[in-house]
């Protein structure tokens, strides 16, 4: 298989160097912890291998990904994060519906973490799932240098598998000498589609290949932790099955055309069969941007005699979290409209909390707001990642049910997250979403129309924003009050 980044070194290179790669935890399981520590600290790590040098990284812990952090539903999680960069941080532990303080949004939810301080963030879990933490603080360089981690919340009765894995897909922009780029935040990229790299790792590394036994059972959990990188996996000889999207459990099922996509910050859960025979070798590979499909890594079979001669019978529905049912006919409804970007013209766009002060309630023109590197805006507003004080988007009725419209008149892609919640997908142009799973983040292709629908039961003030973090970073971002 030939690789066609536009930049192909390293991943031409890690293969040619072999490298031996078993997927799995980063670090062991911390389940039975009391308190947790995760220490921001820059780091060497080893990204490309072979003869590259290391990677200078912002870790947690000294690791890319962060440690995996195992809890049980139910449990309560607490974490201290000691902030040992030259900058603030925060964290935010995406998709866990926790109350508003434990949110990790600076100024919004908390002050941020200055340089050698520290925070505990302390929570209970109240879904079983998939979860994973970043900050929410410069997201688009910290999170691109490497901080993010992820959060398994175990079922009290978990489904039988053989092995539970969990794969941070993740997406690097490195240089010749295997250095992180710098250039964040140029023009380029906030206005179109972020912060795309040359460097594709599972768990940190430069995947070869996993090695499985034949007849095993695995739970994949996948995770997409890229800035701006999606993912559409084919996993050939074999029939993974969706059994959660975003942490919350769907009813088992294929994927469309056999393909697993994975905006940035989803996650999706899959059950894979080890059908095949011993000694054989099949490949996994992304076709997300079609002119550019590559072998992601193998799955090797070992020689062993398989582990059963069937794939074993026993359930693989996952029990449903306790989230509360919207009512459709009583919800309240609101329209958020996505605007902006290159070739679509954001004119008129005002931005945020900054109307009727500096800006003498007049609205803003493009040129202005690109200016200050505003390229996005929500229902014309552009919010600026260090906005202090923010009036809220929309406000929610504590307790009651919402739709929400969300309308992509955009010439892209955005993955927009719901923090403190998660929703229903009730339709996409018109047509009922299939199994209208719930998610916290949901794709918009160009001019779609999607609906959402939740309980607004999490009083506080929640972000609302694009997960291409140079969108969120470039004004495609607000807040939202449930009171
Ligand atoms: Cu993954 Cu606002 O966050
Ligand atoms: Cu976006």
């Known amino acids: 298989m030939t690789e066609r980044f536009t930049r192909r070194d390293f991943i031409a290179a890690g293969i040619a160097a072999g490298t031996a790669f078993v997927a799995g935890p980063a670090v062991a ?8 520590t995760l220490n921001a600290a820059p780091a060497k790590t080893k990204i490309v291998g072979g003869d590259y040098p290391d990677t200078m990284a912002w870790t947690y812990n000294g690791v890319v990904p962060g440690p995996l952090i195992r809890k049980r539903q139910g449990d309560r999680l607490r974490v201290r994060v000691h902030n040992r960069l030259a900058e603030p941080t925060t964290v935010h532990f995406h998709g866990v519906r926790m109350p508003n303080a434990m949110d990790g949004v600076p100024f919004v939810t908390q002050d941020p973490i200055a340089p050698k301080n520290s925070f505990l963030y302390d929570f209970t879990l109240p879904d079983a799932g998939t979860f994973w933490y970043h900050p929410h603080s410069n997201s688009s360089e910290q ?26 897909l993740d997406d690097w922009l490195l240089d010749k000498s295997a250095a992180i780029a710098g250039g964040f935040g140029n023009p380029h990229d906030l206005s179109h589609n972020g912060r795309i790299g040359n460097t594709v790792t599972i768990n940190g590394r430069l995947p070869g ?51 697993v996509v994975l905006a940035p910050a989803q996650r999706a859960d899959l059950i894979l069969d080890m059908t095949q025979p011993p000694g054989s070798r099949f490949t996994v590979s992304d076709r997300y941007y079609r002119r550019q499909p590559y072998r992601l890594v193998d799955i090797a079979y070992g020689s062993e005699k398989p582990l059963r001669s069937g794939p074993p019978d026993t359930p ?43 800006m003498g309630g007049g609205p803003m023109g493009m040129r202005a707001l690109a200016g200050r590197g505003l390229f996005w805006a929500l229902n014309g507003v552009a919010m600026p990642e260090d906005m202090r004080r923010i009036e809220p988007l ?90």
């Open 316 to 358: 693989i529905a996952l029990p449903a979290n306790p989230l509360p049912e919207p009512k459709l006919r009583e919800a309240a409804r609101h329209e958020v409209v996505l605007e902006g970007g290159a070739m679509g013209g954001m004119m008129g766009g005002r931005m945020g909390g900054m109307m009727g002060g500096m």
């Open 29 to 36: 399981a911390t389940r039975d912890s009391v308190e947790f």
């Open 209 to 259: 290949h996993i090695s499985v036994r034949g007849g095993e059972r695995i739970r994949l959990r996948l995770v997409n932790v890229a800035n701006a990188r999606f993912f559409a996996l084919r996993f050939d000889g074999h029939a993974p099955k969706i059994i959660a999207l975003d942490g919350q459990p769907v009813p088992p099922h294929a994927a469309d055309d056999g393909t």
């Open 394 to 483: 929309l406000t929610f009725q504590h307790g009651r049910s919402q739709i929400l419209t969300l309308r992509n008149e955009t010439a892209w892609d955005h993955p927009m997250h719901l923090h403190g919640h998660s929703f229903r997908v009730l339709s996409r142009n018109g047509k009922p979403e299939k199994n209208q799973p719930w998610l916290d983040t949901v794709l918009l292709h160009p001019r779609d129309r999607v609906d959402v629908a939740f309980v607004a039961d999490n009083p506080g003030d929640w972000m609302f924003h694009c997960h291409i973090l140079e969108h969120q970073k470039a004004g495609m971002m607000a807040t939202v009050r449930v009171a």
């Open 143 to 168: 999170v691109a240098r490497g901080l993010a981690g992820p959060l398994v919340v175990e079922e009290r009765n978990p489904i039988a598998v053989d092995r539970d894995l969990v794969w941070v």
